[in-house]
């Protein structure tokens, strides 16, 4: 899987006092915002599945396609 670079993980350019950090700090910043990502979508997906418990099982897989899970 090719890195991203922070810009791209921003989805902007970065703040002109990110911008000013060396190459390395950078990489660092993106591989940083990448794994924040990735616990935030698993945090996510498991709060929606303990969400479910609440929805009575006949119910839950044309729950868990309507909102996605």
Known sequence: ?????LTEQLGAEP???VAALDPAHQRDLADALRSARRRQAAALAEAGNDALRFVPAL???A???????
């Open 59 to 61: 119910l839950r897989p």
């Open 15 to 17: 703040p002109p006092g």
């Open 63 to 69: 729950v868990r396609k309507a909102v996605g899970l």
């Open 1 to 5: 899987m090719a890195e991203r670079t």
